[in-house]
């Protein structure tokens, strides 16, 4: 018996070791050197002495953040009302669906979509309020960023919605509370665990989104993501491109401490 | 003591097509406890929610306090529930869930606290406040669902199949505490059980419930004593039913041989039913049976010896009894007229009320 589960663990452990742990130790390893091969500080003092790394790491921050606010606040009240459809697994899938397509076709979509000659200033010069610069703004990156990322805001929503006995919402409204005080004193903090997995699930892919900055953002936002590409294609800088990894993997961790299980004390006092 | 405080006129329920409730009609008296008994999906529940406002009556009106409150919604009703599965909120602890309908209120913290405190002693937890839900065993978590429910001194409360989750002896434990709280309280409880015990041990008033219809109402005794029809007899305790004939007023015919009983007020050589309990027929001699039959099985049950007995038209009977005998034996079963029910076909209850009245009053 202990043997065979031995045995089941090897697979794991093995993907655990080659695919997580290696790399994590080879970016870190990578990161002490410099261009020229010698083993050096010197990629961490850059990064955290020069303005351009340090704003790039806000950069990335911010639009992280703005990212998962948008999309949260068009996910809590999709999650909601698709828990209140009849068919509302039919309806989950209808917004799980995109997720299918791969992402660099969105994403080349929306190039066709928001370029000068695309279908939706064609139809702005039709309505006759002239042509507009749509692709390589912010407010376009942002668009289509939270496009992308709705799914997986929605989908951890949903199911802690859908976790949440009715009864519940009834005791809520049996002891006097309104609507919106059930909302706010019940359904809110209840769904909390979803929200965070929500935030997770956003908020680090997006602090390393690199291609939406390029494709559809022109490359006017440089994130830590884009930072990281440059060095390792381009400028062939493997070691300050680790540093940067490594920042983002730190970065991560805080995220996930920050929204993780920190033990369940609910509740709020007046 | 006998003001309405809640009224059921002509209440129907239905959803799409289907009817749960038709015609439903009562009179809750303040600070009585009452008791809504009938099988799973007979529609209780179903009153309980109309009464607590999770569901509006598709036709009919209910009164609470003098006032129509079809459309008012449960968080404007002065009525509290202790739901069947608790409901209490997993991400507050124990006070903070007697405390939520006093915050909601706006009540002050500190006379919170106090009510909070009080309530919990009430069930008999003081002290528990800080514990978080999921350290609460299942009858814990029955007490605070029912110290959140009283803590805000509803006029009337209502508990869906509040025990049926708890062990026996918990349960019959639960029932005397809520009895008791019930009097210390002096508000009224509406209690909906499937568990005749469970009823016939607690309430002042019980209503058999069944396919969407009230089928009796009255005090244990009465319904336990004089079932109106074959449904009530055999939902409530256990119960001989045999088909009979009423020769003539206090004398009724089973299995052809003529009984004395206390029946009257019916049609001379009506077909009727006739409804003897177990405890009620006692094992004797054959010589001094008033029926005749071979003993089927015996089971023991702890407190008496449960028989079955066929006659010589070969219909069994249950008899409970505490002395034992031998199975395959041929015994005699005596019964005095008074153990004898007589119930007639399709008969309302108030035709039931009527004709005991007629009867009873005249002897």
Same mark, same amino acid.
């Given at each position: 018996m202990m043997r065979q589960k031995t045995l089941f663990i090897v697979p794991y452990l093995l993907w655990i070791v080659l695919f997580v742990l290696a790399p994590l130790i080879l970016i870190f390893y990578q990161s002490l050197y410099n261009i020229n091969g010698q083993f050096t500080l010197d990629n961490y003092t850059t990064y955290l002495t020069s303005g351009v790394y340090l704003k790039m790491t806000f950069n990335s921050v911010w639009y992280a953040f703005l990212i998962t606010l948008v999309t949260l606040v068009i996910s809590y009240p999709t999650a909601y009302v698709l828990n209140r459809l009849h068919n509302k697994q039919f309806w989950l899938l209808l917004v799980i669906l995109?997720?299918?397509?791969n992402l660099l076709l969105k994403t080349y979509a929306f190039i066709g979509l928001f370029s000068r000659t695309g279908s939706i200033n064609q139809f702005l010069r039709f309505v006759g309020l002239g042509s507009h610069q749509?692709?390589?703004t912010d407010a376009s990156f942002m668009f289509v960023a939270a496009y992308i990322e709705i799914p997986f805001m929605v989908l951890p929503i949903f199911n802690s919605l859908a976790e949440i006995n009715p009864s519940l919402i009834n005791a809520s409204k049996d002891l006097g509370a309104s609507q919106w005080q059930t909302f706010t004193k019940v359904i809110w903090p209840l769904s909390m665990p979803g929200v965070k997995a929500g935030i997770q699930a956003v908020f680090i892919p997006s602090l390393s989104l690199f291609m939406i900055t390029r494709l559809i953002g022109g490359n006017r936002v440089i994130t830590l993501g884009t930072a990281i590409e440059e060095h390792f294609l381009?400028? *062939?800088n493997w070691g300050m491109g680790s540093t940067i990894g490594v920042v983002l993997i730190i970065a991560m961790f805080i995220v996930m401490f920050a929204t993780?299980?920190?033990? *369940?004390?609910g509740g709020h006092t007046r | 003591m006998t003001e309405n405080i809640m009224e059921f006129r002509h209440v129907g329920k239905q959803y799409d097509d289907n009817?749960?409730?038709?015609d439903i009609n009562f009179k809750i008296e303040a600070g009585k406890f009452y008791t809504l008994l009938?099988?799973?999906?007979?529609g209780k529940t179903t009153i309980l929610r109309l009464i607590a406002g999770f569901d509006q009556p598709t036709s009919g009106e209910i009164y609470f306090a003098g006032q129509e409150?079809?459309?008012?919604p449960a968080n404007r009703r002065q009525v509290n529930t202790v739901f069947q599965d608790y409901a209490?909120?997993?991400?507050?602890?124990v006070a903070e869930n007697v405390a939520f309908g006093l915050q909601i209120k706006g009540v002050k913290k500190s006379e919170i606290k106090r009510r909070v405190d009080e309530a919990l002693q009430l069930v008999q937890?003081?002290?528990?406040?800080?514990?978080?839900?999921?350290?609460?065993?299942g009858g814990q978590r029955q007490r605070v669902a029912i110290a959140r429910a009283i803590v805000n001194e509803p006029q009337v409360l209502l508990l869906d199949?509040?025990?049926?989750?708890?062990?026996h002896k918990l349960r019959v434990q639960m029932q005397t505490e809520l009895r008791q709280l019930q009097r210390k309280l002096g508000i009224t409880f509406i209690f909906v059980t499937h568990d005749q015990e469970e009823a016939l041990a607690m309430s002042d008033q019980i209503m058999i419930i069944n396919d969407g219809k009230i089928q009796q109402s009255g005090t244990p005794v009465d319904i336990y004593d004089e079932p109106l029809n074959h449904f009530v007899a055999d939902f409530i305790g256990e119960s001989n039913i045999v088909p009979g004939i009423m020769?003539?007023?206090y004398l009724v015919a089973i299995n052809g041989q003529d009984f004395k009983c206390v029946?009257?007020?019916?049609?001379?050589n009506e077909r009727v039913e006739v409804v003897i309990r177990p405890e009620d027929l006692d094992i004797t001699t054959v010589e001094q049976g008033q029926l005749v039959g071979t003993v089927d099985t015996q089971l023991f049950r702890g407190v008496d010896y449960q028989i079955t007995v066929h006659d010589v038209r070969d219909h069994v009977w249950k008899i409970n009894s505490i002395h034992k005998t031998t199975v395959g034996a041929r015994v005699g079963i005596s019964f005095d007229p008074e153990d004898i029910h007589v119930m007639r076909y399709n008969e309302t209850e108030a035709d039931f009320d009527a004709r005991l009245d007629s009867y009873e009053e005249g002897e």
């Open positions: 995109p997720t299918w397509i749509l692709l390589f381009t400028t *062939q993780g299980e920190a033990k *369940q004390k | 009817v749960v409730l038709r009938g099988p799973s999906g007979s409150i079809n459309d008012v209490l909120f997993p991400h507050m602890n937890l003081a002290g528990y406040g800080a514990r978080e839900i999921t350290a609460m065993s199949e509040a025990l049926s989750a708890l062990d020769k003539k007023d029946d009257a007020g019916m049609r001379p």
